[in-house]
Nanobody, 124 residues
Framework: QVQLVETGGGLVQAGGSLRLSCAASGSILSINAMGWYRQAPGKQRELVAT???????NYADSVKGRFAISRGNANNTVYLQMNSLKPEDTAVYYC??????????????????WGKGTLVTVSS
């Protein structure tokens, strides 16, 4: 299977910055895309940013110009640089990957995996 481990959450004042990291490990043959989602209290999980294996990125309108997603050199890591943080960015941030894995003697294509999440709290 695949494990995703997020690090970098914490408490920051409004206007500050944080950098989240996520590392994927396991029976990975290739990673098709990685991304970050978030879930605030009482709200549904929403997309923050994604990046494909080809480097194409996609951002939620609410974070465009403030957040930047990037892939690590090892290609199994993803980062989210968050600048100009606002109280409304407070949420649990989850790492996600779409990957091809080897399982049961076969290539399994396009499976989704989630990390356990890391809490980001932005104080006003």
């Amino acid at each position: 299977q695949v494990q995703l481990v997020e690090t970098g959450g914490g408490l920051v004042q409004a206007g500050g910055s944080l950098r989240l990291s996520c590392a994927a490990s396991g029976s990975i043959l290739s990673i098709n895309a990685m991304g970050w989602y978030r879930q605030a209290p009482g709200k549904q999980r929403e997309l923050v940013a994604t990046v494909t294996s080809g480097g194409s990125t996609n951002y939620a309108d609410s974070v465009k110009g403030r957040f930047a997603i990037s892939r690590g050199n090892a290609n199994n890591t993803v980062y989210l640089q968050m600048n100009s943080l606002k109280p409304e960015d407070t949420a649990v941030y989850y790492c996600n990957t779409n990957a091809d894995i080897w399982r049961g003697g076969m290539r399994r294509v396009g499976l989704q995996y989630w990390g356990k999440g890391t809490l980001v709290t932005v104080s006003s």
